[in-house]
């Protein structure tokens, strides 16, 4: 017995689930509608595994022989989020959906903010790219002192501050109140985040120093069951701050796919009898949300590029898995996530693939994970280990 990985290919989704239309997501379809955009995938690894097996995608040919078996999860959580994803891949089902601001937060959420914080006034409230948004505002934030505060399509109450005007110490503090005592009950979001800059007026630009404040997982995941049975766990990228470090023993920290995909490679040539959850995000955040088609394939290209070597550093007895946690249709008229199938590839060296169908829930993610390790456990789904 050798290592599990799981490799959340953020954002990448294969079409709308029934439910789509109730979440304004009638028609989206990450892959295909991505594919016709730029006239045809050119994803060649992607494809030997049996991408377009799952379903026909421009450019992309079904295999005789794919070198995975192949599938597409179904979302049973509510929401279309990052965190609901994670968490039903992790085993759960997500009952309630994390609040969204599409048009800012509401007075009475600001006015406690500022109460229970001290602040004497914000910048911003409304959705907006990170980067975008400290150009913007960026001078005023100088000028008046206030943080500036804004969101995106996902759950999120993100606040930015020049680490010369707002030090480090105090935006983290600032972001504990309002995990505590602001962003409760019903504005519970998914994540509130830290988001540092430095420079100057026409020039500023994010640290390093971001800092998410989560919430945790209602019940144990997979990852609490393999950490409690004396499994080595490892989060990469997103993953930790998604779970909010619950039950992950080594948290790697990613800034791109080229390094997530650099240390995934690391695990594998090291690490032994370990379960790995990994996200690659630049997929979702620079392309996705930023309706870039174009954008968005040529990132695919380059996680396929570095295929051939993830899969050849991997051990006779492991097992990958390639998967997401929702679409991000870059088509889609707006920059929200889209209410998707997501696909689903499951790799072992020298195995024949198998069509796994439509599964019922990102759960079987977890189970497959469980019966692997040979863990019971509580988790939702069914294990696709031995199909």
């Known amino acids: 017995m050798n290592n599990f990985f799981v490799i959340v290919l953020d954002g990448v989704g294969i079409g709308e689930l029934p439910d789509a239309e109730h979440y304004g997501d009638k028609g989206s379809d990450t892959l295909c509608n991505m594919a016709e955009a730029v006239g045809g995938l050119n994803i060649p690894n992607l494809e030997k595994l049996g991408l377009g097996n799952i379903k026909s995608i421009k450019g992309v040919s079904k295999q005789l022989k794919p070198l995975a078996s192949f599938g597409k ?7 279309k989020d990052s965190t609901s994803g994670h968490w039903e891949l992790g085993g759960l089902k997500v009952e309630k959906e994390f609040p969204l601001y599409p048009h800012g937060f509401p007075p009475e959420v600001i006015n406690k903010f500022l109460k229970e914080t001290g602040l004497n006034g914000i910048l911003g409230n409304y959705p907006a790219s990170g980067t975008e948004i400290i150009q913007k505002l960026g001078a005023e934030h100088i000028r008046t002192g206030y943080p500036i ?7 999120v109450f993100q606040i930015a501050a020049h ?3 707002i030090p480090l110490k105090q935006l983290y503090e600032i972001c504990s109140i309002a995990r505590e005592k602001v962003l409760i009950g019903n504005d519970e979001v998914g994540r509130i985040i830290a988001r540092p800059f430095l420079g100057s007026n026409g020039n500023f630009e994010r640290s390093t120093n971001r800092k998410d404040f989560s919430v945790d997982p209602p019940s144990p995941t997979i990852l609490d069951y393999c950490s409690n049975d004396e499994i080595e766990t490892y989060g990469i990228g997103k993953v930790n701050d998604l779970f909010n470090y619950k039950g992950i023993k080594h948290q790697l920290k990613t800034k791109s796919n080229f390094e ?6 690391h695990c594998a040539k090291k690490v032994k009898g ?3 959850f990994a996200n690659l995000v630049d997929f979702d955040v620079y392309y996705g949300h930023r309706n870039d088609p174009f954008g968005f394939h040529k990132a695919l290209q ?8 993830l899969l050849n550093s991997l051990d006779e007895t492991d097992h990958l898995i390639f998967c997401s946690d929702h679409g991000n249709d870059p088509t889609d008229v707006s920059t929200d996530h889209t209410r998707e199938y997501v696909p689903l590839l499951y ?3 020298n195995y024949d693939g198998k069509d796994l169908d439509i599964r019922n829930t990102f759960a079987d993610v977890a189970q497959t994970v469980a019966h692997f390790f040979n863990l019971n456990n509580d988790l939702n789904g069914t294990s696709f280990l031995n199909v």
Request: negative net charge; without cysteine.
């Open 149 to 155: 505060v804004y969101t995106s399509a996902d759950s």
């Open 163 to 165: 680490e010369n005007i």
């Open 73 to 79: 999860l179904a979302e049973i959580s509510a929401g």
């Open 302 to 309: 380059e996680f396929d590029a570095k295929l051939p070597e």
């Open 274 to 276: 370990a379960f790995i």
């Open 260 to 265: 997530g995909i650099e240390k995934i490679i």
């Open 347 to 349: 790799y072992k060296k």
